[in-house]
C-alpha cells in the first residue's frame, strides 16, 4: 500500500480515478490501482471512451458483437459503457461493502443532450440505473436548472446520482438542497432514505478561465477558493439542523467531490489542487497522471486554512467577476460535454462502418 495515498485516506478524503477504459480492466491495471493505491472509486465521461474507442481496437470484437444485436450509436455505447462499468463496479464492490456504500462507486452519465431537458434527463437516469443492475453505480445528472428536478426525482426513486457540471459554491448548494428534497420526500412516504449521492464540482477551469486577466500573484488560486467556499457551506450543510434529522432517520449526507483536479498550468506543480483540497470528508476524482504524481510524492499532508474571502477581494480588484464567470463555466461546460459526445457518436458510426467493411 502507497505511503502517500493512505495520507491522503488519513486525511478523511477519498480516492477515485477519473478514467475507464477496457484496458485498464483487462490489464490489471484498475486492480492494481486499488490494492496499491487505495483507489475507491471512478469516474467516467464520453470523451474517455472516445478516445479509448478511437485509438485502439480494444472495443473492437465488442462493437461487432453489438452490432449483430442491430444496436448502433447510443445505444451501442451505452452497452460498451455498462460492460466496462459493471465490471468496475464488481472490482470496487467490496470497498462497497466494507464501508456499508460510502465507497467503493462507479459513474455513467446520460446523454449530455440532455442537460436542459428535464423529463428526458430523469428518464434517461431511471432506465441506466436499472440497465446497470450494480448498487454501486452512480448516473451522472448535471446540476443545470433544469437538471435540479431531475436530480429531486431520481434520488425520491431510489436513483444513487452523481449531480455533475457544478462549478460554483451557490451551484453546489443548489444541488445539495434538491438532494435534500428528494430524501426529505422518501422519509415522508415511509421509504428507505439511504440514497447516496455525490456533488462533483469542477475545479481547475476557473484557472484556465482567468489565466490572462489576472496578474502573476493570483494565478491559480480562484479554482481552489471557489472549492473551499464550498466546502465550507458543504460542512454548514453536514452540521444543520436538516442534516442531522436525515442522518437521524438513517440517509446519508451528499459527499461533496473535487473533479477537474489535473494542473492544467505546465509551470505549477502537479500536485496544486490535490494538496490545496485534502479535506475531510470529500472525494477527490484524479486523471492517472495526477494520481501516479501523488503516489511518487512522500511530502504530503492536510491542506491549510487560509483566508479565502480575501482571495476573492483581490480577484474582484483585478476585474473578476466571479458569478460572471460561473455563468460562463457552466455554458461552455454544457457545450463542452456535448461535442465531447457528439465526437463519440461520430467515432462509434466511423469504427462500426471500418468493422462492417471487414
Known amino acids: 500500500m502507497n505511503a502517500t495515498t493512505q495520507k491522503l485516506h488519513g486525511v478523511g478524503q477519498s480516492i477515485w480515478l477519473d478514467n475507464i477504459t477496457r484496458r485498464l480492466l483487462t490489464s490489471g ?60 463496479a464488481d472490482l470496487f464492490r467490496p470497498v462497497y461493502d466494507q464501508t456499508d456504500g460510502v465507497d467503493g462507486w462507479v459513474s455513467l452519465e446520460v446523454s449530455p443532450l440532455l442537460a436542459r431537458e428535464t423529463a428526458a434527463t430523469l428518464d434517461a437516469a431511471v432506465a ?44 453546489y448548494l443548489a444541488s445539495a438542497k434538491a438532494y435534500l428534497r428528494g430524501i426529505e420526500r422518501r422519509i415522508e412516504a415511509g421509504l428507505n432514505p439511504n440514497v447516496c449521492s455525490v456533488a462533483s464540482l469542477f475545479v481547475s477551469r476557473w484557472d484556465v478561465a482567468v489565466a490572462k486577466k489576472v496578474p502573476e500573484s493570483l494565478r491559480n488560486q480562484l479554482g481552489i477558493a471557489i472549492a473551499k467556499k464550498a466546502y465550507a457551506l458543504y460542512r454548514e450543510l453536514l452540521d444543520s439542523p436538516l ?46 497522471a495526477t494520481l501516479n504524481a501523488l503516489a511518487a510524492h512522500p511530502e504530503f499532508g492536510a491542506a491549510e486554512a487560509e483566508n479565502i474571502d480575501g482571495i476573492f477581494t483581490e480577484f474582484a480588484g483585478a476585474g473578476i467577476d466571479t ?12 457545450a463542452s460535454f456535448a461535442k465531447s459526445w457528439n465526437d463519440l457518436m461520430e467515432c462509434i458510426a466511423s469504427k462500426s462502418e471500418a468493422l462492417r467493411r471487414q
Open 128 to 171: 441506466l440505473h436499472k440497465r446497470a443492475e450494480r448498487p454501486n453505480l452512480f448516473i451522472k445528472i448535471p446540476g443545470t436548472s433544469e437538471g435540479l428536478p431531475a436530480i429531486e426525482e431520481a434520488i425520491f426513486r431510489g436513483v444513487p446520482v452523481n449531480v455533475t457540471l457544478l462549478f460554483s459554491a451557490e451551484q
Open 29 to 88: 491495471t484498475l486492480e492494481s490501482y486499488i490494492r496499491e493505491l487505495s483507489v475507491t472509486g471512478l469516474t467516467s465521461n464520453p470523451t474517455i471512451f472516445e478516445h479509448a474507442i478511437k485509438n485502439g481496437n480494444d472495443y473492437d470484437d465488442a462493437i461487432r458483437r453489438i452490432l449483430e444485436e442491430d444496436k448502433f450509436g447510443a445505444e451501442l455505447f451505452f452497452e460498451l459503457a455498462l460492460e466496462d462499468l459493471r465490471q468496475a
Open 323 to 334: 458569478d460572471a464567470v460561473a455563468a460562463q463555466l457552466l455554458e461552455e461546460g454544457i
Open 243 to 288: 442534516g442531522q434529522r436525515i442522518q437521524n432517520a438513517g440517509a446519508r449526507s451528499q459527499r461533496l467531490l473535487f473533479a477537474s483536479t489535473g494542473t492544467k498550468d505546465p509551470s505549477a506543480s502537479a500536485l496544486l489542487y490535490v494538496q490545496a483540497l485534502a479535506l475531510p470528508s470529500t472525494i477527490n476524482t484524479m486523471p492517472e
